[in-house]
């Protein structure tokens, strides 16, 4: 049999994911922040993209006209302006005030020019105010005066390097012994004067000897104490009968201790922190129109625009002689079109579904959390005709402004809780507070049951097993039951 090429032409469909195609995926996922960081790093590799400019703008007065007032400050000018002498303006001084406003107006453009940076951008005030004070800076001025010393003064510094943002040490005496050429005991020395520095708690290793050390520092450490602190795992479980045995006091005085273990702070450091949390920018933005309805809208703050400048695109083509140069501006205005096209795309996407999203959840919008209806991405994603992961990513760090407040998209999809009654099923969210709602009803003498929270909840139509209560409950932090029927029971008594 012999064996020869042949050429064969045949048709097919194929669904190809391209870079831009790639990329105009990776965008619907990116929250408003890296967004502005990729289209800044696109900007600054395209020549041919530039951001649009906000409509509008400040309009800067003449020489002649300072802040729409007229240039000649004179008495007669002032009169007829204000159809008033100088004399009913001013009639415990009605001299005249030629000169006067000239040297106020020339003292406060002087203002503005000072605020000005040498290149003519405005300065940012806040980026040269006073740097807030850290815990290392803190520290290291008490160390600097409680120590005479050099070898103690080395050591105290290197234990404060060991600190972390709550004021514990992380590092150990014997480390810092042997990093040193030191023995142990002239570290411990050391350490203990740097345990009387302020704020109390501070170079602890612990919690039990952070919270010691606030105690000793108001004279409050009697052996009581101590046994207290030396059993914080019984305090953590609620279990006072077991502290009132080890500590050797009654209940009153056991109550006492606890009111002084909660006015402590466990960390001591984090009051020296500077980190601040970003504020969240919504994406969408939804109010109550005119005829009650709801509006929803983006947000422009966090939409950003860009241009394709095809007059310099015009002006560069022209003069433009080597192939490979033109195939580069090609390029550039062939991805600045793209990225144009793709930021529509995006915008139009987050608003369809969020527009969807307020259409399904409106009685939330109405009624508040107890009517959030169970929700998921594939209800969304067939009303709108998209794909199920193109809605997951499209809610992915975004965030909705509504009148009940600031939420992101993924709150509003939640998982479906089946009635007791065989009606419209219910929503995990509004399951969630409902067990917390009965739980901050309880009093000391009647503390419900994981049991008891099924009962009631069946009676209000929503069929729930007992796991899946102890589950919602422990999500919550809320503790078991007979934890919270000993803590309330010394929230009574202490309240006596």
């Known amino acids: 049999m012999a064996l020869s090429a042949t050429l064969h032409l045949r048709q097919s469909q194929s669904l190809v994911m391209t870079p831009q195609l790639m990329q105009s995926i990776r965008l619907l996922q990116l929250n408003h922040l890296e967004l502005e960081r990729f289209i800044d790093d696109e900007i600054e590799r395209n020549p041919l993209l530039e951001r649009a400019e906000p409509e509008g703008g400040t309009v800067e007065p003449a020489d002649g006209d300072w802040a729409g007032e007229p240039a000649e400050w004179s008495a007669q000018s002032i009169s007829d302006r204000l159809d008033s002498s100088l004399e009913n303006l001013f009639p415990d001084d009605p001299g005249t005030r030629e000169g006067v406003a000239p040297d106020l107006a020339a003292q406060w453009k002087s203002s503005l020019s000072a605020r000005t940076a040498p290149s003519g951008e405005p300065i940012d005030l806040e980026a040269v105010t006073a740097a807030p004070l850290t815990l290392a800076d803190h520290v290291g001025e008490q160390i600097a005066f409680a120590f005479a010393d050099a070898a103690d003064l080395a050591v105290a510094r ?70 207290l602190l030396g059993h914080l795992e019984l305090l953590a479980r609620r279990d006072f009968v077991s502290l009132k045995r080890i500590c050797g006091v009654d209940e009153e005085d056991l109550l006492d201790m606890l009111a002084e273990i909660r006015a402590l702070d466990p960390k001591p450091g984090t009051a020296f922190a500077s980190a601040t949390a970003d504020p969240v920018t919504p994406d969408v933005l939804v109010g109550t129109a005119a005829d009650g309805s709801w509006t929803v809208e983006l947000n422009p703050d966090a939409l950003p625009r860009v241009l394709v400048d095809q007059n310099y695109y015009a002006e560069v083509s022209r003069h433009t002689r080597s192939p490979a140069e033109r195939a580069f501006l090609g390029e550039c205005l062939q991805n600045a079109n793209w990225l144009a096209r793709s930021l529509d795309q995006r915008a139009r996407t987050i608003l369809k579904v969020a527009s969807e999203i307020v259409r399904q959840q409106d009685a939330f919008l109405v009624g508040g959390i107890r009517h959030l209806k169970p929700l998921n991405l594939r209800t969304v994603a067939e009303a709108i005709g998209m794909h199920e992961s193109t809605v997951s990513r499209v809610t992915s760090n975004k965030y909705m402004l509504t009148p009940r407040g600031v939420f992101e998209l993924r709150f509003f999809f939640t998982a479906a809780i089946a009635s007791a009654e065989g009606g419209e099923a219910h929503s995990a969210e509004a399951v969630r507070d409902r067990i917390r709602e009965l739980i901050d009803e309880e009093t000391a003498i009647e503390v419900l049951s994981d049991d008891a929270i099924v009962d009631i909840l069946k009676k209000g139509g929503v069929d729930i097993a007992r796991r899946t209560v102890a589950k919602y409950r422990e999500a919550m932090n809320i503790p078991s039951s007979v934890q919270r029927r000993r803590e309330k029971k010394v929230m009574a008594v202490a309240g006596r």
């Open 158 to 227: 290197l234990l404060a390097d060991g600190l972390d943002d709550a004021g514990y040490l992380e590092i150990g005496t014997a480390d810092v012994a042997s990093r040193l050429g030191l023995s142990n005991g002239e570290v411990v020395r050391v350490l203990a004067v740097c345990q009387t520095l302020d704020p109390p708690g501070l170079f602890a290793r612990d919690l039990a000897e952070c919270l010691a050390l606030q105690l000793a520092a108001r004279n409050r450490l009697d052996p009581a104490m101590q046994a």
